[in-house]
């Protein structure tokens, strides 16, 4: 069955642009996890979503960052007037949102700030 | 801070050679999670082990899980080439969001 996609898969922008990115879960999963990892290092956590619940913000490094996630299903993570420093791999993950279930990750979009 | 600190960072053996990647944490978990990176690429999971085990295996994959240590090891035996990449373990603490350590670079060479 089809997996966890991201798109885009690469975006390079100038700095003080605002960017959009894309998650599209596997189907029927009710979590859904957003990670930044820069070059060489591990995940970050950003912001999860569970369901109908209020999401868990607690990870987004400055009120430029934002996420959605419309319907239970698609979510979007938007960074506002980007920073040189927002430069990274963005990563989704959706699972089942049970007890002791594994995350399924996309492939991340690559994002560049010049 | 980091929840998992995977040890070493960087490991390079050889083809046939088993490898040990090594997961301290900090706080009470509900169950740790390994997951493999190749470059590139997202994460793909490879074993879970819940709090109330103490060993796990998967094919040539082996982890083990000492609570009262707070620490994990995952076994790779037999290794190949096609097994180099960066391995990651994760702590899931009771439905709040998962803590990914830095990860181990494992090369093995041919």
């Known amino acids: 069955g089809a997996g966890v996609s991201q798109s885009p898969s690469n975006k390079v922008t100038e700095k003080g642009k605002d960017v959009e990115l894309r998650c599209d879960p596997i189907?029927?999963?009710?979590?859904l996890y957003w990670y930044r990892q820069s070059l060489g290092q591990g995940l970050e956590f950003l912001i999860y979503?569970?369901?109908?619940?209020?999401?868990?913000k607690s990870g987004l490094p400055s009120d430029r960052f934002s996420a959605e996630r419309t319907g239970g299903s698609v979510s979007t993570l938007t960074i506002q007037r980007t920073q040189q420093e927002d430069s990274a791999v963005y990563l989704c993950?959706?699972?089942?949102?049970?007890?002791?279930?594994?995350?399924?990750f996309g492939d991340g979009t690559r994002l560049s700030i010049l | 801070s980091q929840q998992g600190e995977e040890d070493p960072q960087a490991l390079s053996i050889q083809e046939g050679e088993n490898a040990t990647m090594n997961c301290s944490y900090k706080?009470?978990?509900?169950?740790l999670q390994w997951y493999r990176q190749n470059s590139g690429r997202g994460l793909v999971h490879l074993i879970l082990?819940?709090?109330?085990?103490r060993e796990k295996h998967s094919g040539r994959l082996r982890v083990t899980l000492d609570t009262s240590k707070k620490s994990s090891s995952l076994l790779i035996t037999a290794s190949r080439a096609a097994d180099t990449a960066s391995y990651f373990c994760?702590?899931?603490?009771?439905?709040?969001?998962?803590?990914f350590g830095p990860g181990t670079r494992l090369s093995v060479l041919p």
């Open positions: 979503f569970q369901g109908n619940s209020a999401p868990d």
């Open positions: 189907s029927g999963h009710t979590a």
């Open positions: 082990i819940r709090s109330n085990e």
């Open positions: 706080t009470s978990i509900n169950n």
């Open positions: 994760a702590t899931d603490n009771y439905g709040q969001n998962f803590v």
């Open positions: 993950a959706s699972s089942w949102g049970t007890a002791n279930q594994p995350q399924h």
